[in-house]
């Protein structure tokens, strides 16, 4: 156990102090906003004085932990006011993506706590677990689960920060996920719905795209033509932020002429000019849908399940299948195997009955 005041040497010439924190076998880095700048002799000074101080505190802290012994600075630290300034924090890095989650994770931390101060040095798992039945009551696993996940992100960083050192959240499970049944467009209701009218043709567009090449609708509502190279789409999927490069298709390409027409298009320039938002383009998908006679709900997230679902049938590897959807993990691609096994089962039991003499 212990803490040492260490020097990061940084490109600019500067240093910066950092604490290297080593307790129960683990070690962990904070690093300090406090800065050694060459020619700052005295600003050098205080810099140093402030980190060793910062650096005693942390090894009392250590010392009270290790011994049962609430750290008097820390007991004070209330836990939501703590999650406002890591929410504030992210905002200013990654702007507004993905915050709601974060924000509606906070307001149902405040309802669970009654609107009072939590000292986060009071947070163990059966609170956290309290936590975790407050979610349930109100929404479904998966639901639940992002807004754990935003509370578990809060504490790691206030692990890294050393205002904890051992993290309750470590261990706490996410529910279990029931498994969703995912929508797809046969190869017949393919053909009806791109004969069908839509009223917003670039949503037309857009979904039968996705359909032939599997992208999801945030990557395609960013798509520009500068993306689209040799024949090939380069992106950054905005899930994942993994580089993927995607051969286009035949009828992937005819979609393409039809949105590019006879004018030369920027680079910067979107692909799908004018795509309203998700529940937007899932309105207008609702009514096209109607119109082809299909009567089962369908997302545009649905055209993924499609393009995945015609390529299994087909008879592409599932290996080729998750590289081509972006999937980290092939056991993420094995529902769709397993749907397309229920298609085949279906097919054979549709056979005409005869009686054998």
């Not at 070690?27 to 800065?35: A, P, Q, S």
């Not at 393009?307 to 299994?312: D, E, G």
Request: with cysteine.
């Amino acid at each position: 156990m212990g803490v040492k005041l260490r020097e990061k040497h940084l490109n600019n010439g500067n240093s910066r102090y950092y604490l290297d924190i080593y307790f129960s076998g683990k070690r962990h880095t904070e690093f300090l906003d406090l800065y050694k700048i060459p020619g700052q002799k005295e600003a050098n000074k205080e810099s140093k004085i402030i980190a060793e101080k910062i650096r005693a505190q942390r090894e009392l802290d250590l010392s009270a932990d290790a011994n049962g012994i609430q750290s008097p600075i820390k007991s004070k630290i209330d836990f939501l006011s703590y999650f406002q300034k890591v929410l504030e924090h992210k905002k200013k890095v990654d702007g507004l993506r993905g915050i709601h989650n974060y924000d509606a994770a906070f307001k149902h931390l405040e309802k669970y706590s009654g609107g009072k101060p939590v000292p986060i040095l009071s947070i163990d798992e059966k609170w956290i677990e309290g936590f975790k039945l407050h979610l349930i009551g109100l929404m479904r696993p998966n639901t639940a689960n992002h807004y754990l996940a935003r509370f578990k992100a809060v504490m790691n960083q206030a692990q890294k920060d050393g205002v904890i050192i051992r993290n309750p959240a470590s261990n706490v499970k996410y529910f279990p996920s029931p498994e969703v049944e995912k929508t797809f467009l046969s190869a017949e209701e393919l053909q009806a719905i791109a004969s069908a009218p839509c009223k917003k043709q670039v949503v037309k567009l857009a979904f039968l795209f996705g359909c032939y090449t599997g992208l999801r609708f945030s990557d395609i509502k960013n798509l520009t033509w500068g993306q689209i190279i040799d024949g090939k789409i380069h992106f950054r999927q905005k899930k994942t932020c993994g580089f993927e490069y995607m051969d286009v298709s035949p009828i992937a390409a005819k979609i393409l002429s039809q949105c590019r027409g006879d004018t030369l298009q920027m680079p910067t320039a979107p692909v799908f000019q004018g795509l309203p938002d998700k529940s937007h383009v899932n309105a207008y998908l609702a009514e096209w849908v109607k119109t082809a006679k299909i009567s089962r709900h369908i997302t545009f997230h649905s055209s993924r399940h499609t393009f995945a679902t015609q390529l299994l049938t087909a008879g592409t590897d599932l290996y080729t299948v998750s590289k081509l959807l972006g999937h980290k993990d092939v056991s993420v691609t094995a529902i769709y195997a397993k749907i397309v096994d229920e298609k085949r089962k279906a097919a054979v039991f549709s056979l005409p009955n005869i009686e054998v003499g």
